[in-house]
Nanobody, 125 residues
Framework: QVQLVESGGGSVQAGESLKLSCVYS?????LAWFRQAPGKAREGVAV????????YVRDSVLGRFSISRNGDHGALTLQMNNLKVEDGGVYYC?????????????????????WGQGTQVTVSS
């Protein structure tokens, strides 16, 4: 069983930054951050493909968000800069060991078997 625990969410003003952290119990081939705003579908934001040593960031947050992994501490982070109101929502850490994240549909939630409980991010104008 893979356990994922997110932290670092909060309320900020537009233009400010937040850093989310996810501690995982077992390393998986694919690690990702997703978000879900009220009334909207869950969407992938950033992905790390451990096997290929690649990171991917969704176009809408490219240049503002970055994903990284601290292997020594079993942690995945999402650095979010210049936050916008539309970035608000619940952010989830996800993991999977099937290496599906190497494909172009890496941002689809059903490509990931393991999920954290989420952390709330609120961005006000």
């Amino acid at each position: 069983q893979v356990q994922l625990v997110e932290s670092g969410g909060g309320s900020v003003q537009a233009g400010e930054s937040l850093k989310l952290s996810c501690v995982y119990s077992n390393l998986q081939t694919c690690l990702a951050w997703f978000r879900q705003a009220p009334g909207k579908a869950r969407e992938g934001v950033a992905v790390v493909w451990i096997g290929g040593g690649q990171t991917y960031v969704r176009d809408s947050v490219l240049g503002r968000f970055s994903i990284s992994r601290n292997g020594d501490h079993g942690a995945l982070t999402l650095q979010m800069n210049n936050l916008k109101v539309e970035d608000g929502g619940v952010y989830y850490c996800a993991a999977d060991n099937r290496a599906l994240c190497r494909r172009s549909d890496r941002y689809l939630p059903w490509q990931y078997m393991h999920w954290g409980q989420g952390t709330q991010v609120t961005v006000s104008s």
